[in-house]
């Protein structure tokens, strides 16, 4: 089917075994991002807007499209420089919750560990590099007093 679409090219070469390369009339657009993916296979000669080109009108399309990209990126880096601050900022009054609320700093350090998180007391206790023992028994004292709670083996703040 691709190669009667025009997009691969077949070659045999001694033996049996068939080959097949993209053609070289072919473009494959490939687009990444950490979110999305997306590809796109068309002959050259099919290029989006080689119908009537245009080249001084291309360029000033162009130009105007990496404005508005380039603005797009301001904003979002304003965005994130945002949710940055705002994050650091609710990170600090945790972690000061935590210490108020906890009756010991082991407390304060297992509650602050589970502000990332659901996890098991093995979890937690590699994690903040403690004998499992001990922070399970810490754990089950402030399940006591409603601070935390268990589900499918995984502790999180009440």
């Known amino acids: 089917m691709l190669e009667r679409a025009g997009l691969v090219e077949c070659y045999q070469e001694q033996g049996r075994r068939k080959y097949f390369r993209i053609a070289r009339k072919t473009v494959l657009e490939v687009s990444l991002s950490p979110h999305s993916y997306g590809v796109r296979a068309y002959l050259s000669e099919d290029a989006p807007g080689r119908e009537d080109a245009n080249p001084a009108r291309d360029l000033k399309n162009l130009r105007e499209e990496l404005a508005g990209l380039e603005q797009k990126r301001l904003e979002l880096r304003r965005l994130l420089e945002q949710i940055d601050s705002r994050e650091m900022e609710i990170k600090r009054i945790a972690c000061q919750a935590a210490q108020s609320y906890a009756e010991n700093q082991l407390e304060a350090e297992i509650l602050s560990a589970l502000f990332c998180g659901d996890a098991d007391a093995s979890r937690l206790a590699e994690k903040l590099e403690m004998a ?8 089950k004292q402030m399940k006591e007093r409603g601070a935390v709670h268990i589900a499918d083996h995984k502790w999180s703040i009440r």
């Open 132 to 139: 499992e023992a001990v922070v399970a028994d810490r754990l």
